[in-house]
């Protein structure tokens, strides 16, 4: 080995130990605290993304922390409508869910993603178990509040007994967003909104959703523009402003509602950077959007993120 390549093993491993002594002080204070992220986007189509993904899920568990992973797929459900010659539909960003498009979304979401999910994680080293919202009563859902949309549904209720009983068994819980009514009827359900309400009735640290965005941007067009930390007025303030447009206007009004029932904070990250979740939780810094409540400040965690 050259001097030059002694140099650059050297260096390689000082920045290793910089990161890793950088994460001790965030692994302690989150130890033992459930962090629920939803998965999706990009990070579930890229094959690389989404290894990186499922291992950064499994160190938290390894670490200590309590993951719940929620995800929707709905690239995977026009792939399969259009197998079967349903055309998708959609109506103001909703997915138009007839029965038969119900039948696809379940099928493909707790049969096949989910699996495959679970399946990932215990390849990697982890323990997971896969669940959507029909098991044991964790969700109860009704008709979503949109004229012509079928079986969209909203969540009317949460029951987190089965997702604590797996956790404390040390599983890390897979959740597909299907629930259903008192009748049984089956709704599918925006993922986001589904992470948002777990993470609301299980008092959670963080609620992490991944996209395809850096995070909120004062200038969609410049990822240099990105807001690493803001408050719920602050939050609402850019929607009204019209800084938040779009697709990002859920998500964020996800975030908030989620704070304003006890979560201590909410993060908006892009999927698409490898190891985003350990970037925007283990480090000074972060990687994405971090939106808290009013007044709490980094001397109540005693950390920036």
Not at 70 to 93: A, S
Not at 169 to 187: C, F, L, N, R
Not at 232 to 242: P, T
């Amino acid at each position: 080995m050259t001097i030059t390549e002694r140099e650059y093993v050297q260096e390689a491993a000082a920045t290793k130990a910089r990161i890793l002594s950088e994460a001790l002080p965030y692994i302690q204070q989150f130890t033992s605290k459930t962090i629920v992220v939803k998965y999706g986007g990009a990070a579930m189509k890229d094959s690389t993304l989404k290894d990186q993904v499922i291992r950064d899920v499994v160190f938290m568990s390894c670490v200590g922390i309590r993951p719940i992973l929620v995800h929707g797929g709905g690239p995977e459900i026009n792939t399969w409508l259009d197998k079967l010659g349903i055309e998708p539909q959609f109506k103001n960003g909703l997915r138009v869910t007839d029965a038969d498009t119900m039948d696809v979304v379940e099928m493909v979401l707790v049969g096949r993603v989910n699996k495959e999910i679970v399946s990932l994680i215990n390849q990697a080293g982890g323990s997971a178990a896969g669940l959507c919202g029909k098991d044991g009563n964790l969700i109860k859902a009704r008709p979503a509040d949109a004229e012509g949309v079928g079986f969209v549904g909203e969540v009317t209720s949460v029951n987190t007994s089965v997702l604590e009983a797996l956790v404390k068994a040390g599983h890390i819980p897979v959740v597909s967003s299907v629930a259903a009514d008192e009748t049984g009827q089956a709704y599918n359900i925006n993922a986001d909104t589904v992470a948002g309400e777990l993470a609301a009735a299980l008092g959670a640290e963080k609620l992490i959703l991944l996209t395809d965005t850096a995070g909120i941007l004062k200038d969609y067009k410049d990822r240099s523009t990105l807001i690493p930390r803001l408050d719920i007025q602050e939050a609402r303030g850019l929607i009204e402003d019209g800084i938040v447009s779009g697709g990002m206007i859920p998500k964020v009004n996800c975030c908030v509602r989620s704070l304003a029932q006890g979560v201590r904070a909410a993060h908006i990250l892009d999927g698409r950077e490898p190891h985003s979740l350990l970037l925007e939780i283990f480090t000074d810094a972060g990687i994405g959007t971090m939106i808290v409540a009013s007044g709490f400040t980094a001397q109540d965690g005693g950390m920036k993120r």
